[in-house]
């Protein structure tokens, strides 16, 4: 033991952990004799407690109800409702509960700057004192089958608490982490899309793991690793996971090496995705990474090893403060600002296209309530189509990015009938986008200017984030106008399914309408709203200064 506080104590994690931390050490079923000891003694531990986590995240929410700020609704009853339910809490439960929390709830993790100076490969590093972050990869491969196959895996990491918390409370960086591991790979000639139970486990298990010489994030066994000394590529992808919502359930693997060939290119504003007063993202990718020739890369789909012969892979690193979950701006006036808008609905489409051509293209719509008609759909009959906006990045073949914008139709949609744990991760019947056609113009090149994309599973490509929310993510074939196939790439939809009762039921609260309201944004009452169209009057040129330093808008 390291000290004191890490006493073992006697009935360890309850089996919901246990079965993750199972699935981090790609085991079926949860086996201590499997287990390093050192391993054991962490899993073991008070700190890793349900009984130590609730108490800190108590802590936590008493920090909010006694520093409530300005110009935001009032938390208290949630935050009271939230403290007497409290007492022992798993990581999950925890983590779940983030998206349940106020505004203010971006308060004490690292900001978000300006001129964020991002610094590659240094910046690949976990981020850890902000409040979310991912490494995400998605590419499509041609097994020596010689079919298509394409494969998700992240690395999705939020903070429990706010790093100055943390500290008082006696964890490390690391410590204070939940990651949890998605991994999918669709068969496009099976038509069947395998995704795996989202995996979570907490830092306070020993199970999180960095190092930066040589790069290597991993959560048990699943790990993304460098095979530089000095560099982040090339990297080896490993991971593991159960898809029980096929019958039989269905064991997928991947063990796949990649070459970065362009380098990496800035999203949004020099890496700001957005950045205004202290809330954004920051984010950066590598658009065109390839197969090592040095190395056999395979995926593995219930035993059955295929070797893969080709294809192409893309990395996305972003992390951020006041984003999943949405959090409130540094100063009044733009915490007022906010107040005097309906809050947006949540949620985007991204996309990104490599093209046979060597480029590729990258963009997003964001949901606004313009289209909310088209969101949280499960009716007999499918939405019609829904045409937006998008904006993003053209990568030309030396790998320089610039500015796009663009139209996008959904044209066709799927319901998701699919889950990877009916029991936990409730079916939600929701109609997702399921065909689309784009339009762009300069500077993207003529020949792909025009383009519709197809997922490569017509049934649904959809899984779950471990609070409970619904995403689809899966592989997609870019044809131009006669036809013909000019490039693949990567289809996501986020915030379409409406399933609070399973997100309240995973948090490990009652289902009650007082508490489902916690999932929404507190309504704006009047007088604060007065109050806030006061403070934008009389603190006018404060906010025109703050907007012009905003980036990535």
């Known amino acids: 033991m390291s000290n004191n506080q890490d006493t073992v104590i006697q009935n360890g994690p309850d089996d919901e952990t246990k079965q993750n931390i199972a699935y981090a050490l790609w085991q079926k079923a949860y086996d201590e004799k499997a287990i390093p000891k050192p391993i054991l003694e962490q899993i073991n531990s008070e700190k890793n407690s349900n009984k130590s986590i609730g108490s800190r995240i108590k802590q936590r ?17 949630r935050y009271e409702t939230l403290i007497r339910h409290s007492d022992s809490l798993s990581a999950h439960q925890v983590y779940a509960r983030s998206i349940m929390q106020g505004l203010d709830s971006a308060t004490g993790y690292l900001p978000i700057p300006y001129e964020p100076n991002i610094k590659l490969p240094a910046f690949d590093t976990p981020q850890w ?28 990491q939020y903070s429990m608490l706010p790093p ?31 995704r795996a139970i989202p995996t979570i486990v907490a830092g306070t298990t020993g199970l999180i793991n960095f190092t930066s010489n040589p790069f290597c994030f991993s959560m048990g066994k699943n790990s993304i690793t460098s095979l530089s000394e000095t560099e982040t590529f090339p990297v080896r992808l490993q991971a593991w996971g159960i898809d029980e919502g096929i019958s039989p359930e269905a064991e997928i693997e991947i063990n796949i090496f990649l070459d970065n060939t362009k380098g990496y290119f800035m999203e949004g504003d020099d890496g700001c995705s957005p950045s205004v007063d202290g809330i954004g993202t920051l984010y950066y990718s590598a658009s065109n990474l390839q197969l090592s020739q040095m190395h056999e890369s395979s995926i593995t789909i219930n035993g059955e090893q295929i070797k893969l012969q080709k294809g192409k892979a893309w990395y996305d690193h972003q992390w951020g403060t006041g984003f999943m979950p949405s959090g409130s701006p540094q100063h009044e006036v733009m915490r007022a600002v906010h107040n005097l808008s309906a809050p947006a609905p949540g949620g985007w489409d991204w996309f990104m296209v490599q093209f ?4 590729e293209l990258t963009f997003a719509s964001i949901h606004s309530n313009e289209f909310k008609s088209f969101y949280g759909q499960t009716g007999p009959i499918p939405p019609g189509n829904m045409k937006v906006t998008v904006s993003g990045k053209y990568i030309d073949e030396k790998g320089s990015a610039v500015n796009i914008t663009g139209t996008m139709t959904v044209t066709e949609w799927v319901k998701s009938r699919i889950s990877p744990n009916k029991a936990v991760y409730w079916v939600t019947d929701t109609w997702y986008p399921n065909k689309y056609e784009m339009v762009f113009g300069s500077p993207v090149p003529e020949a792909i200017q025009k383009f519709t994309l197809t997922p490569i599973v017509p049934d649904g ?22 036809g013909n196939e000019i490039g ?46 006061l403070c934008l009057i009389f603190n006018y040129s404060d906010f025109k200064k703050i907007m012009a330093q905003a980036k990535g808008l």
């Open 61 to 77: 929410y008493q920090d909010l109800l006694n520093n409530p700020l300005s110009f935001l609704p009032s938390y208290q009853k």
């Open 129 to 156: 004192k902000n409040q979310v972050g991912w490494h995400f990869f998605v590419g499509n491969y041609i097994g020596e089958n010689n079919k298509h196959y394409s494969v998700e895996m992240m690395l999705w």
């Open 461 to 482: 490509q959809t899984g779950f984030f471990a609070t409970g929310l619904q995403y689809s993510e899966g592989g997609a074939i870019a044809t131009d106008a006669s």
């Open 488 to 533: 693949r790439g990567f289809a996501e939809a986020t915030a379409y399914a409406r399933n609070p009762k399973n997100c309240v039921k995973i948090a490990g609260l009652p289902e009650t309408e007082e508490i489902i309201k916690f999932l929404s944004p507190e309504p704006i009452s009047i007088l604060l709203w007065l109050k806030s169209l």
């Open 164 to 194: 100055d918390t943390a500290t008082r409370l006696g964890l490390s960086d690391i410590e204070n982490q939940v990651v949890e591991l998605h991994l999918a790979i669709s068969d496009a000639s099976a038509g069947v899309h395998y």
């Open 356 to 359: 046979q051509s060597n480029v």
